[in-house]
């Protein structure tokens, strides 16, 4: 999930939304459950990122990272570094960003999950754009599209081949 990907959102939205979500945390930690607090984790780093706050969004996407790793889940590790690479792309560190989504595409070229690897391209490719490495970009958007498998996720790779050709052909 990417919360970024609605702009309409309203920030009082997203301030009870991370409300509910700390108290979640604290639910899980009372619990002792160590796959609840990643979710919740990844769900407040999310959260923190859509609101701006880097510094939380990280510290959250790191500790869920960690749990993931403790808990042998390479999934969700995948899911905890994909989103630590969108937001070191936010801050604009287009250099962690690379590092982090190479690692996600490594890990889940290792799992043998095709829609991970997708958008772990696309990732790499929005931000190879944004530091105006247009031929990287297409050549992990078009890696993208190749991976991609449902019609939804295909209808978005082609949008972002074609947004580059038509910002920079």
Excluded: W
């Amino acid at each position: 999930r990417d919360l970024h990907s609605f702009p309409t959102r309203r920030s009082s939205d997203l301030q009870e939304a991370l409300v509910c979500l700390e108290k979640r945390l604290v639910v899980a930690h009372e619990l002792g459950s160590p796959e609840v607090k990643a979710v919740a984790y990844g769900d407040l780093g999310n959260i923190h990122s859509a609101l701006g706050n880097y510094e939380q969004a990280v510290n959250c996407l790191e500790h869920q990272q960690e749990i993931a790793r403790e808990l042998g889940d390479r999934a969700l590790v995948s899911d905890a570094t994909s989103a630590l690479g969108n937001v070191y792309q936010r801050m604009s560190d287009a250099d962690s960003a690379l590092r982090l989504h190479k690692m996600d595409l490594e890990m889940c070229e290792h799992l043998g999950a095709g829609a991970l690897q997708a958008r772990a391209c696309g990732n790499l490719g929005a931000v190879y754009e944004s530091i105006r490495s247009f031929i990287d970009a297409v050549k992990f958007y078009e890696k993208q599209l190749a991976l991609t498998a449902d019609r939804l996720s295909k209808a978005y790779a082609c949008g972002s081949l074609g947004e580059y050709f038509f910002k920079y052909d």
